[in-house]
């Protein structure tokens, strides 16, 4: 009898994995709206990556995203800088983590930094326990990513992921977007073309935001 138990939550969990990466894949699931404020960490990636993260927070009512948790590289001061000064309403916090991949990193070793980053960001996202991740552009939001699906997967919080693509890409996602593809709830573009591509998976940023 014992040993029917471990099978069946196997199989139940297989269910519920191959159930929820359905509905992001045939956007069969709709954003939960009712709850606000929502409690949502942003993913800041650098660069150019920060600038328009930081663009796209200013054009919310950001006290309908509260409290706010800022996720960013433990390495990226810059951006760390650029948050404090633009963040100018309450309730917000900043936390860091090891970045996911460096640039000119290769592709074989990004897989064991990635790892080691997704264990050391599963106490933050857990803690923090989000409704919503938001994030855009390079790696770092990878391993967030992970742990919200996972703790939505297990049942712990229903947290809904949101994944900007970065402007600079016009025909394809990028490689952290093709990653997302399957785990986020939303992927927004910024491109008519990647509409077109990508069809009814992605949404145009014109098309209007989660709000």
Not at 8 to 13: C, L, M, R
Not at 112 to 135: E, G
Request: charged share 20%; aromatic share 12%; proline share 4%.
């Amino acid at each position: 009898m014992w040993l029917l138990v471990p099978t069946i939550f196997s199989a139940y969990f297989s269910g519920r994995l191959m159930y929820l990466i359905f509905q992001n894949l045939t956007n069969t699931k709709s954003l939960k709206k009712s709850k606000q404020p929502l409690r949502t960490l942003v993913v800041i990636g650098s660069g150019g990556h920060t600038a328009e993260m930081l663009r796209l927070m200013n054009s919310m009512n950001k006290l309908k995203f509260m409290p706010r948790l800022y996720l960013l590289a433990d390495t990226d001061t810059t951006s760390r800088n650029r948050v404090e000064n633009d963040e100018n309403e309450l309730d917000w916090s900043i936390a860091t983590i090891p970045r996911s991949r460096h640039v000119n990193q290769s592709y074989l070793t990004s897989i064991f930094s990635t790892i080691y980053a997704f264990f050391i960001t599963v106490p933050t996202v857990i803690s923090f326990k989000p409704d919503l991740v938001l994030c855009n552009g390079p790696g770092t939001c990878v391993p967030v990513c992970l742990v919200a699906f996972i703790m939505k997967l297990f049942h712990y919080a229903d947290t809904s992921i949101i994944f900007v693509e970065s402007i600079c890409r016009v025909k394809s996602l990028s490689l952290t977007g093709k990653l997302m593809y399957f785990i986020a709830d939303l992927i927004i573009v910024q491109w008519p073309e990647l509409r077109k591509k990508y069809g009814q998976r992605v949404k145009y940023l014109d098309e209007g935001l989660y709000s």
